[in-house]
């Protein structure tokens, strides 16, 4: 199974809303990640976990709070979200390693902020 | 990590043509990945080069590395108007940590019309 699976696929949520986005995958991998992707940009790293541990944030505001509850699931709750951050989320995993590893991607959660 | 910047920004060819787009980045790395992706969905990974690799094939696929003038290229050969698609370069830093942090260029926006 070489897959990464999301869902929701897609979600509108208001400005005082609490919604959960999850990822899953079944590879094996010991480092998930999530990316956030506006239209017509490149993605960006938001959060990295390696052996359930969080590795890197990258300076992510604290409406956004992701979890790792195991190997194969990654979480990302949202709260109190803007408009602005309307987007595409993407989760990936790949092997944990020092060598640069494929990263296999999810096919993202399309949140719209009203 | 460094990103990777792609030339041309677009590129519009017709079906059976091949098509070559560039990444050029600035300091060493061990590694670098190509990805696409389809309009609005996850990314796919389409070849990882080593730095101690100069060329390596996949199918229609053909990315050169040449790690003295800091760039890659992907060709792809005989096109397909399915292969439309951005493209993005993730160059891999020299270095060790435990999970391989992308950071993707602007990318190549790939147009194959029928």
């Known amino acids: 199974d070489t897959e990464v699976t999301q869902t929701p696929k897609h979600l509108v949520m208001g400005m005082t809303n609490k919604k959960s986005l999850k990822c899953e995958q079944h590879?094996?991998?010991?480092?998930m990640y999530w990316y956030k992707q506006k239209a017509k940009k490149p993605p960006e790293l938001m959060f990295v976990?390696?052996?359930?541990?969080?590795?890197i944030n990258e300076s992510v505001p604290s409406r956004f709070s992701p979890e790792c509850p195991n190997s194969s699931l990654l979480n990302l709750h949202l709260h109190a979200l803007q408009p602005e951050d309307s987007a595409l989320y993407l989760c990936?995993?790949?092997?944990?390693?020092?060598?640069?590893?494929?990263?296999?991607f999810g096919p993202g959660t399309r949140l719209t902020v009203l | 990590s460094q990103q990777g910047e792609e030339d041309p920004q677009a590129l519009s060819i017709q079906e059976g043509e091949n098509a070559t787009m560039n990444c050029s980045y600035k300091?060493?790395?061990?590694?670098l990945q190509w990805y696409r992706q389809n309009s609005g969905r996850g990314l796919v990974h389409l070849i990882l080069?080593?730095?101690?690799?100069r060329e390596k094939h996949s199918g229609r696929l053909r990315v050169t590395l040449d790690t003295s003038k800091k760039s890659s290229s992907l060709l792809i050969t005989a096109s397909r108007a399915a292969d439309t698609a951005s493209y993005f370069c993730?160059?891999?830093?020299?270095?060790?940590?435990?999970?391989?942090?992308?950071?993707f260029g602007q990318g190549t926006i790939l147009t194959v019309h029928p």
């Open positions: 990936a995993s790949s092997q944990a390693g020092t060598w640069g590893n494929e990263q296999f």
């Open positions: 590879m094996g991998h010991r480092a």
């Open positions: 976990y390696s052996y359930e541990k969080l590795s």
């Open positions: 300091t060493s790395i061990n590694n």
């Open positions: 080069i080593r730095s101690n690799e």
């Open positions: 993730a160059p891999g830093d020299a270095g060790g940590t435990s999970y391989g942090k992308l950071t």
